[in-house]
């Protein structure tokens, strides 16, 4: 047996169990400020701690693990297995259940990414917020060029096209005719609707509206700027610490510089702690779950996961199926015939990541799959589809 110590960590407290060889037990509770945790470090220390095991709300466990960390073994648990494991944790604190079983090694930690990687982690999710607050501007700028029925998003490719944000600058600056705010439209979308485009500039517009407009647009402006200056240090990031990575990433279909900057962030480099691609799959949440009872598959839909990691892969899909001469490509089409397109997609998410893992753990780039058929099995095709076109022609 060890000395072990177990956290429940919350917003403003910590409370603290040392579970000893012997059975001994101590209790105290630490507050979250910083010299209080160093105390705590201090105490674990004394009573010759060998490994820790937190379990955490949100992202309180983030200061703690720094202060700890390289003085102990560190686990952060997952509340769901914790409380999935037989015992009477209600009757008991949190901390005395989480070091009895961690004592008694019942829990396993989470994945924990490296010091550069968590740095990276942040840029990127700050950079995926911002996207995400883009787009409820675009929405809001849009709702307020419907209520002065000023409709050109109805004609332009998406809301935050360059002609529909030159038009609300426009309007910003006082132009409120159709004749003027169509100058800022795009030749191709005049050529393509013509009188529709005076139409749709024709609204009412009032000093309030471009009030609004003018702040919806600064604080736009400002949420480019500050995506410019996350992906301005996500790649010097990149290229200062995981530039061999990065390369060898781009080399796989459907992934760029972006998306592989963003598998870099919630991946890490060192993917030690996935014993093979199926616990990576399995790790991220898109593959079908385990869900048997009397031989009876009572559902397949995929397991939950980093959500972060999952929305990347589906982009890097879709880009998939839209490219040439590729293998993943080939295989959509073919689940395509037989699954829905949604489920086709999440299949080829998940091969494109098993693609990913060997990439990175084997340090090579990635080899576009060329299939072997044999000869046997080619005469055999070719005879099929004979027999379908003499069918199709004597139907006729």
Not at 29 to 43: A, H, V, Y
Not at 127 to 139: A, D, K
């Amino acid at each position: 047996m060890k000395t072990v110590c177990g956290l429940d960590v919350h917003k403003s407290i910590i409370l603290m169990c040392i579970l000893k060889e012997k059975g001994e037990i101590l209790i105290q509770e630490f507050s979250t400020l910083t010299c209080d945790i160093e105390s705590m470090r201090d105490l674990m220390k004394e009573h010759k701690v060998d490994e820790v095991a937190m379990e955490s709300t949100g992202i309180y466990w983030i200061p703690i693990w720094r202060i700890l960390q390289g003085h102990f073994k560190l686990k952060l648990v997952n509340p769901y297995f914790i409380k999935q494991l037989p015992g009477r944790k209600s009757d008991v604190k949190d901390a005395q259940w989480i070091a009895t079983a961690l004592q008694k090694e019942l829990i396993r930690g989470s994945y924990i990414p490296e010091k550069h990687i968590q740095e990276l982690r942040q840029y990127e999710r700050r950079y995926v917020r911002l996207c995400e607050q883009s787009t409820r501007i675009e929405q809001e700028m849009d709702r307020q060029l419907h209520r002065c029925n000023i409709q050109i998003t109805n004609y332009a490719s998406k809301i935050g096209s360059v002609s529909v944000v030159n038009v609300i600058k426009g309007i910003i600056n006082g132009e409120t005719t159709p004749e003027e705010l169509e100058k800022h439209i795009h030749g191709r979308i005049k050529g393509k609707h013509k009188e529709k485009i005076t139409a749709a500039l024709t609204g009412v517009i009032s000093i309030s509206d471009r009030f609004l407009f003018k702040q919806n647009y600064q604080e736009y402006e400002l949420i480019l700027k500050q995506q410019e200056d996350c992906l301005f240090e996500m790649a010097e990031h990149c290229n200062k610490y995981f530039s061999k990575e990065l390369e060898l990433l781009c080399t796989i279909p459907g992934v760029q510089k972006l998306s592989a900057m963003i598998i870099i962030a919630e991946l890490g480099v060192n993917l030690k702690a996935f014993s093979s691609a199926a616990a990576l799959t399995g790790w991220a949440g898109i593959r079908p779950r385990n869900d048997e009872s009397a031989k009876k598959i009572k559902s397949h839909k995929i397991t939950k996961g980093n959500k972060y990691l999952r929305r990347i892969l589906v982009q890097c899909a879709w880009a998939i199926t839209r490219k040439k001469d590729c293998w993943l490509r080939i295989k959509y089409e073919q689940l395509c015939v037989r699954k829905s397109s949604k489920k086709a997609l999440i299949a080829i998410s998940r091969k494109l990541l098993v693609v990913i893992w060997h990439v990175i753990t084997k340090q090579e780039a990635y080899q576009e799959y060329v299939p072997k058929i044999k000869p046997e099995k080619r005469q055999k095709q070719l005879e099929y589809y004979k027999r379908k076109i003499q069918s199709i022609e004597n139907n006729e």
